[in-house]
């Protein structure tokens, strides 16, 4: 019976009613409990009315009376005459419904009872050795489809967790910023455990820890900044690297947060790898929420020691990209001692050579200086072009191409004075590849050194057109950079109109 599905309500209550039907018993009831406390948390019944149905819930809670001796003893249970019994934990406790006789066998998974099935009858010695074997019987079948239905749940939760964890990983390895990944493994892991909040804390030059990240459906404001002052009597765990498990956090001694009252069970779980702690997951649930289990504690456990390594894996990758950046600076400034500082001399030969053939009266003097001069206008451009691509933090260095674009001119912002307008068409990330995206760029470098030229520039547009075609009709790219400046002689700058084949 308990191998046909997993619908689990379905099979105890057929169980329940099967049991009720074959010893021909009044009432029936299947009720499942809750660890130690053994407060009922599910109830299946045969022949009850509401009513009896309620009266019958605080009966069946496994702690008094036959129940608990069914409970206790983990051995099926048969009495002839409730009102009769010499012994007081032999008779059902409190205002009972109309019954004499009795029928009771626990739902046990190894030695763990989660529960008791329990027959009913108003004349006394009702049942029969034949109808307990019964009772027995489809207490295991009941025993059968809920360790099914806890495996296959079990295994969906690890799948969710495993999948979630992987996902976690992606993400942050795609090179979000550190507030990003802590928001993301916040946001994940409150998903995946049904948690009212996600928050990541991390410890204060204080020696207190603060929420620093947080996941929630309400508003996070009143989350985030929220400290744990040094003293707390969690604190001392949390940075221990120990994990915290709290039935409620809001009478929970060792709480000492003032968002504490808005919250119930709770799982504090520290985010560490290789020794080095970054922080604390918490997962708290809203108040009168139901408690975590071992499976929760473990799966959450995991996925947080998970959620450490990506971090610190993100944290690696970032690293390799800022030292990437720097590489790419030692380039430039090898670039600019072998070709400008090269450039440079020679312009000063050639000077020389110019003083020289004056002093000698030659005719020629006016070339060669206005040579000269186009030389270390050129220089100068190019030096202005290397300090645009120098401007960018590191930590800030973009992987697409239009990032790329928006660095260069968030760039020449600095040096220009303001915020060059910037305007892409068609799907330039997807269209431009190398190497006309690296020819495109040294353009637009060239570009915006030259409008930093000219005088009286406040306003230069650049646009990224990535739908142009050629008179001949193949697809292109096409940049467009123009500048409100003046030339040198007056007239409106020049354009810079460049495009290239994709």
Known sequence: MAGTGLDLRTTLQHIVDTATALAGARHGALALLHGEDRRVTDLFTAGMSDSERRAAVPLLDGRTGVLGVLVD???????????????????????????????????????EVLGSLCLTAEEPGRFTDTELALLRLLASQAAAAISGAHLYEAARQREHWIEGAAAVTRALLTGAGTADALTTVAERARVLAGAAAGVILQPTPGGGMEIVAASTLDDPAGLVGTAIEPGSPVLVQLLGGEEVFIEDSATDDRMTTPVRSRFGPSMMLPLQSGGRLIGTLALPRRRGGAPYTAMDRQLASQFASQAALALVMA??????????????????????????????????????????????GDTGTAELLGHAVDELDSTIQ????????????????????????????????????????????????????EPVDGELLDVLRGALATAHRRAGVSAVEVEVDATARLPDGRAAVRLVVADDGRADDGDRSPTVIWQAPL
Do not use: C, N, W
């Open 73 to 111: 003893d983990a051995q099926a249970v048969r009495v002839d005459d409730l009102t009769a019994g010499p012994h007081p934990r032999e008779v059902l406790p409190g205002q009972h419904l109309p019954m004499r006789s009795f029928l009771g066998a626990p739902v046990r998974v190894h030695t």
């Open 382 to 433: 190019e030096v202005r072009t290397a300090i645009f691509a120098l401007q960018q933090p590191p930590a800030e260095a973009p992987t697409t191409f239009r990032g790329r674009v928006l660095r260069e001119t968030g760039g020449a912002a600095a040096v220009l004075g303001f915020q060059p307008s910037v305007q892409f068409t068609g799907a330039v990330d997807a269209l431009v590849t």
């Open 315 to 360: 944290d690696a990758q970032h690293y390799r990209e800022q030292l990437a950046v720097y590489e790419d600076r030692d380039r430039i400034a090898r670039d600019l001692h072998d070709l400008v500082v090269q450039r440079l001399f020679a312009t000063e030969m050639m000077l020389e050579s110019t003083r020289r053939k004056d002093l000698a």
